[in-house]
T-cell receptor, first 116, second 111 residues
Framework: EAQVTQNPRYLITVTGKKLTVTCSQN?????MSWYRQDPGLGLRQIYY???????DKGDVPEGYKVSRKEKRNFPLILESPSPNQTSLYFC???????????????FGPGTRLTVT | QQPVQSPQAVILREGEDAVINCSSS?????VHWYRQKHGEAPVFLMI?????EQKGHDKISASFNEKKQQSSLYLTASQLSYSGTYFC????????????FGKGTKLSVKP
């Protein structure tokens, strides 16, 4: 089944304790992105990647790191989490091919992170 | 830079129509529409490109006014399954990697 998977789905942690949220897609997609969703603010892009070893900042990259060493994986790293990073996080991927089909983005199920 | 969506919320009866608007202060290359049901991930609905190309659902249509930097999503003869929060996203430039989403429009369809 074609899908984007994220782990963990729920995480409660303490301020300053490094964590990684994994994201993997099995559709051979070029583009991958991370978003955070907060009430009243919509979806805000954290980072995106257009291919292996190519990443770029989205609109809210502060406090986050990413890496794209393999096409299928795009982990989100919080080196020193703070309470303001408590949020619902979504990973997404899309083909990136020429043509309209390349723009269809597929979202993972989400990771609900609480930082105390 | 975040696109502005209106209305913020709308309540409909089954069978009624709705229009959700998305406007940007920046020149747009593309507009993307997604729907998110409660507790689920967003799901792709439509993509509209500058120049007129578009791809999306059979029962949901959208328009893209490049001059006004606006897009509208048209939901006709609404069904209960249309309930959810609708987001528009705007793409900048040729790479389209950076998508900026609006805050969403919550649509509730009642029987």
């Amino acid at each position: 089944e074609a899908q984007v998977t994220q782990n963990p789905r729920y995480l409660i942690t303490v301020t300053g304790k490094k964590l990684t949220v994994t994201c993997s897609q099995n559709m051979n997609h070029e583009y991958m992105s991370w978003y955070r969703q907060d009430p009243g603010l919509g979806l805000r892009q954290i980072y995106y990647s257009m291919n292996v070893e190519v990443t770029d900042k989205g609109d809210v990259p502060e406090g986050y790191k990413v890496s794209r060493k393999e096409k299928r994986n795009f982990p989100l790293i919080l080196e020193s989490p703070s309470p303001n990073q408590t949020s619902l996080y979504f990973c997404a991927s899309r083909p990136g091919l020429a043509g309209l089909t390349g723009y269809e983005q597929y979202f993972g199920p989400g990771t609900r992170l609480t930082v105390t | 830079q975040q696109p502005v969506q209106s209305p913020q919320a709308v309540i409909l009866r089954e069978g009624e129509d709705a229009v959700i608007n998305c406007s940007s202060s920046k020149a747009l290359y593309s507009v993307h529409w997604y729907r998110q049901k409660h507790g689920e991930a967003p799901v792709f609905l439509m993509i509209l490109l500058k120049g007129g190309e578009q791809k999306g659902h059979d029962k949901i249509s959208a328009s893209f006014n490049e001059k006004k930097q606006q897009s509208s999503l048209y939901l006709t003869a609404s069904q209960l399954s249309y309930s959810g929060t609708y987001f528009c996203g705007t793409g900048k430039g040729g790479s389209q990697g950076n998508l900026i989403f609006g805050k969403g429009t919550k649509l509730s369809v009642k029987p």
